[in-house]
């Protein structure tokens, strides 16, 4: 059974760091692995979709990675800031199945 | 962009309540799903539907039940409530098995 873990479980950082959010997950058969952000009491927003075929993708200030074979990703953010503040869930796709199996998060708050 | 609508964003209801969640998307995608989200357990299945009236049971379907009888909508419901179902419900859904996943922005259920 798949098992996804996200380490830290919070931080929190001045304004202006840049910073690494990480993602680990036991079974490495997967399609894809999506990162999610979201706020407080809201859904979550997709942010980055890496496929297993491919090591890195990027979307503005953030950049996300994927070593397949070592079952790890991880979520980079540049230049954070206080709008950043939220959880970071990472989730995977395995073969054979319809259902993501999500981390428990990463509750960043980005200090002004 | 792909949206998927969840119809209520808070309910309340009482013990012994028969309550219906309902999540519409409109984007023709054939696979939805229905997560709870819990404080210290994080997102977990209930159920999810890979066609019109076709469904499966996910990692906790006891005390509830879903429905698809059109492709865009996909209802949770719960035949007699009680106060453990009190959760975020999130719904979800997706097309294919290269892409990533839509959330709805979430139902906040209190059983009282």
């Known amino acids: 059974k798949q098992e996804v873990t996200q380490i830290p479980a919070a931080l929190s950082v001045p304004e202006g760091e840049n910073l690494v959010l990480n993602c680990s997950f036991t079974?490495?058969?997967?399609?894809?692995l999506q990162w999610f952000r979201q706020d407080p009491g809201k859904g979550l927003t997709s942010l980055l979709l890496?496929?297993?075929?491919?090591r890195e993708q990027t979307s503005g200030r953030l950049n996300a990675s994927l070593d397949k074979s070592s079952g790890r990703s991880t979520l980079y953010i540049a230049a954070s800031q206080p709008g950043d503040s939220a959880t970071y869930l990472c989730?995977?796709?395995?073969?054979?199945?319809?259902?993501?199996?999500f981390g428990s998060g990463t509750r960043l708050q980005v200090q002004p | 962009d792909v949206k998927v609508t969840q119809s209520s964003r808070y309910l309340v209801k009482r013990t012994g309540e028969k309550v219906f969640l309902e999540c519409v998307q409109d984007?023709?995608?054939?696979?939805m799903f229905w997560y709870r989200q819990d404080p210290g357990l994080g997102l977990r299945l209930i159920y999810f539907?890979?066609?019109?009236?076709?469904?499966e049971k996910g990692d906790i379907p006891e005390g509830y039940s879903v429905s698809r009888e059109k492709k865009e909508r996909f209802s949770l419901i719960l035949e007699s409530a009680s106060t453990n179902q009190t959760s975020m419900y999130l719904c979800?859904?997706?097309?294919?098995?290269?892409?990533?996943?839509?959330f709805g922005s979430g139902t906040r259920l209190t059983v009282v």
């Open positions: 989730a995977v796709r395995n073969t054979g199945r319809r259902a993501l199996t």
């Open positions: 079974d490495s058969a997967i399609y894809n």
């Open positions: 539907s890979y066609d019109v009236k076709m469904k």
């Open positions: 979800a859904s997706t097309t294919g098995l290269l892409y990533g996943y839509t």
């Open positions: 890496i496929q297993s075929s491919q």
């Open positions: 984007m023709d995608h054939e696979n």
